[in-house]
């Protein structure tokens, strides 16, 4: 074990190529997913924070149960739309990163609108008497509201992250772990353990904590911050 661990830690003082080609591909397809994940995910959020329509408990309902879906479910329904026969086959995504971006996208998505319709639930009950009597338009509102709440949304985000990030089931399906093309570092973590190279795997998980690490330092910073401004 010991020689593993030194191993692995050789891979990531000499900056190897493989492992840094891997890290770049989980980096591109998670963020990318995330970034989307955010657009989507928050105007979402504020609209079933401070709207009330027909269906609206069930949306709800929906988005927490979408939150724990077991990926692999994810994985299985993007390959069967990116597939030859699917209504998106001509585009040729399956096993490419777009594809994977898409299957993370559609995990990241109902887990930051979900945290955040909580998080925008509480502002807008503090300032809902405010908002109608200005009359400002719903974009307006939500605006207003994601900027109040930007320092606490920072936890709704960084769960996306973690969910993009720690994925294993779905990019192994939609991405097929191509080496030099859809591996990423949880699908070579999974490979390179049942083939016995655990100096790569331990590398790829120590980058893999050292990003989930810094991520959680830049939230706890961001909060530090804003309790100093803003008390």
């Keep these: 074990m010991l020689i ?5 830690l ?3 003082t000499h900056l190897d190529g493989g492992v840094l ?3 770049l591909v989980s980096l591109q397809v998670s ?3 995330l970034l989307f994940g955010t657009f989507i995910g928050l105007p979402l959020g504020a609209l079933l924070a401070t709207e009330e329509f027909r269906g609206k408990k069930s949306v709800v309902i929906t988005l927490n149960t979408l939150m724990g879906v077991p990926t692999v479910i994810v994985g299985v329904l993007v390959y069967l739309m990116l597939s030859r026969s699917g209504p998106m ?3 040729g995504w399956l096993f490419t990163p777009k594809g994977m971006i898409v299957a993370q996208t559609l995990l990241t998505t109902p887990l930051i609108a979900a945290l955040s319709r909580q ?3 509480d502002s807008w009950r503090i300032h809902r008497d405010t908002f109608l009597s200005l009359r400002l338009p719903p974009i307006a509102r939500f605006k207003w509201l994601i900027w109040d709440c930007r320092f606490s949304l920072t936890i709704a985000i960084l769960a996306g992250l973690a969910r993009a990030i720690s994925e294993v089931g779905a990019v192994m399906i ?3 772990n191509i080496q030099n093309s859809t591996r990423t570092m949880t699908t070579a973590i999974a490979l390179e353990t049942s083939k016995g190279d655990l100096p790569l795997a331990l590398a790829l998980g120590i980058v893999l904590l050292g990003i989930v690490l810094l991520a959680n330092l830049f939230t706890f910073a961001v909060r530090q911050v804003a309790e100093r401004r803003y008390g």
Aim: glycine share 18%; net charge negative; proline share 0%.
């Design 21 to 23: 080609g891997i890290v």
């Design 4 to 8: 593993a661990f030194q191993d692995a």
């Design 119 to 121: 998080i925008l639930e």
């Design 31 to 33: 963020l990318t997913a």
């Design 174 to 176: 939609v991405g097929g």
């Design 89 to 91: 086959g001509a585009w």
């Design 10 to 12: 050789a891979l990531l």
